[in-house]
């Protein structure tokens, strides 16, 4: 009795694979060799943005989980580990990682800090991946974006306490007219860490004060908040013993965030000071994600746009 052996079996998935196959017989088994080919799947898009919050699995491989995207070109891995650049770091694709080769339904990376791994790939649809590991049994999935076509809104707003960390400081750069006086007017710096669940300082120091003149004023807690619109997100800063503010929070490009005030219906622009790239070496290859943890809040906007 024959029996149909299927190697890799994704047909029919438009750019990831071809329409024919070839059968070779061996004895009496038949081998259907896959239509899928794996480098030209890797090379279909310019930039795979790892939807980190579609993960699966209890482990980790760790250059997948501090890029923001991954990119194959021609034998190189490239990736984006920083919010801030991307479209811009590397014409694009972000810096020099690794190597990588393709067999049928696996790719061989070899990064530069994390050493060799060996991935299976598996087209979902069109614009899918999905890299599994068998070693820690866990999968990443990839979305496909042209350089001419990627989702900055998506990347902003879902990996928005990253950015806000990509920074020294943040320095206020305009106030609106418009506006009730509250004290938040006075302050000039934002300063965010993950450390403690979200701890903030803040300056009002004068405009244009080199970072390392900054005297923190204030500190406290900040977090923020997810709503029942993707882009919009809320800020609080909770000062220690000065109660706290809200905000409605946007990101208007990869250096430049409006805080809208809501109670006082002003609106600040900052921009980050002290961009922090990073690299492949020593403790500069990038902050690792974590699925978005952030509570909801049930509001609506405020701002009028």
Excluded at 60 to 73: G, K, N, W, Y
Excluded at 118 to 134: G, M, R
Excluded at 244 to 262: G, K, M
């Amino acid at each position: 009795m024959r029996t149909r052996k299927i190697l890799f079996g994704l047909l029919g998935i438009g750019l990831l694979a071809s329409s024919c196959y070839t059968e070779v017989i061996l004895d009496d088994d038949i081998i259907v060799e896959s239509p899928f080919n794996t480098n030209q799947a890797l090379q279909a898009y310019d930039l795979w943005y790892v939807d980190i919050n579609a993960t699966k699995g209890n482990g980790e491989v760790p250059f997948l989980q501090r890029a923001f995207t991954i990119s194959f070109d021609r034998g190189i891995v490239y990736a984006n580990n920083n919010i801030a650049g991307v479209g811009k770091t590397g014409n694009g694709l972000g810096i020099d990682v690794g190597s990588y080769s393709t067999l049928s339904g696996v790719v061989d990376i070899d990064h530069d800090i994390d050493g060799f791994w060996e991935l299976d790939v598996y087209a979902i649809n069109n614009s899918t991946l999905e890299l599994y590991d068998s070693r820690s049994n866990t999968s990443y999935f990839l979305n496909g974006y042209q350089r001419n076509n990627f989702d900055y809104d998506r990347l902003f707003y879902e990996n928005i306490n990253l950015l806000l960390q990509e920074y020294g400081a943040w320095e206020k750069t305009f106030t609106s007219e418009v506006g009730a006086i509250n004290e938040f007017d006075n302050e000039n710096f934002l300063q965010f860490f993950s450390d403690n669940g979200g701890y903030f300082r803040s300056s009002i120091d004068a405009s244009g004060t080199p970072l390392s003149n900054l005297e923190w004023d204030y500190e406290g807690d900040y977090e923020v908040f997810d709503t029942n619109d993707e882009t919009l997100k809320t800020l609080t800063l909770d000062y220690d013993f000065l109660g706290n503010d809200y905000f409605e929070l946007y990101v208007i490009d990869d250096s430049t965030v409006e805080l809208y005030h809501v109670a006082s219906e002003t609106v600040y622009e900052f921009g980050g000071r002290g961009f922090i790239q990073y690299l492949k070496s020593d403790s500069k290859t990038g902050k690792k994600r974590v699925k978005s943890a952030n509570k909801k809040m049930n509001v609506t906007r405020k701002r009028k746009m």
